[in-house]
């Protein structure tokens, strides 16, 4: 019986499958150098980031004590790098990290955003740069930027102004005026008087006590 076998039933696969092996093997290695060589260069970053922050540098090297350095120089309180531990907000907190990070060294919030999608590329740069570190952004730049003001001012000629002095005004209690009352003076009786007899109605002159006319006591 005739049957049919076509040109891949001759064709030998093996040569294929080694050149295939080999590829994948060396993608692989390619891939693995290049990340070596990324992690090479955050190392080294953030060993110079540390130095710059008046930390040690070898802190870059120890796993997890090199995260506690970063929220150490960030956030002042290193033990928060625990929180990264809580899902979601770890996520959270990375990006506000990044954010401190750069504010940390003077940056603005425009290389945080390059720290945040490219870090390889930006926090090399903030190492090898000529960025130096300000302190714990919120807690340490406050009090210097205070200082680095009044010494601005001091240079500029500005003089405090004098705060005026407040006198109590002395109070001066009224002199009272004591007013001598006089007692008005009484009629003196010269003993004359004008009356009327009240039976007759005879007009009675003089100090008499009877009526002239009726003879009726007034």
Sequence with gaps: MYSYCSY????????????????????????WVISL????????????????AGKPGWAAVVPFYDQYTLYEITWG????????LIPIYNIILMILTYIRLAKAFGKEEGYA???IFLPHVFVPMLAFGSAAYHGVPDVASAPAAASQEWVGYQQSGYQQ?????????????PQ???????????????????????????????????????????
């Design 8 to 31: 891949y039933d001759y064709y030998d696969y093996s040569d294929y499958d080694v050149i295939s092996i080999l590829t994948g093997l060396m993608s692989l290695a390619v891939i």
């Design 37 to 52: 060589l990324l992690m090479a260069l955050m190392i080294v970053a953030m060993w110079i980031l540390f130095k710059k």
């Design 77 to 84: 309180n290193g033990w928060r790098f625990l929180m990264l």
């Design 113 to 115: 955003v390059g720290l």
């Design 161 to 173: 102004p004098q705060q005026p002095t407040y006198q109590q005004p002395v109070y001066q209690q």
């Design 176 to 218: 009272q005026t004591q007013t001598t009352y006089q007692q008005p003076q009484q009629p003196q009786d010269s003993g004359f008087r004008l009356t009327f007899c009240p039976n007759c109605g005879t007009k009675v002159e003089g100090s008499g006590k009877f009526c002239q006319n009726c003879g009726r006591p007034l």
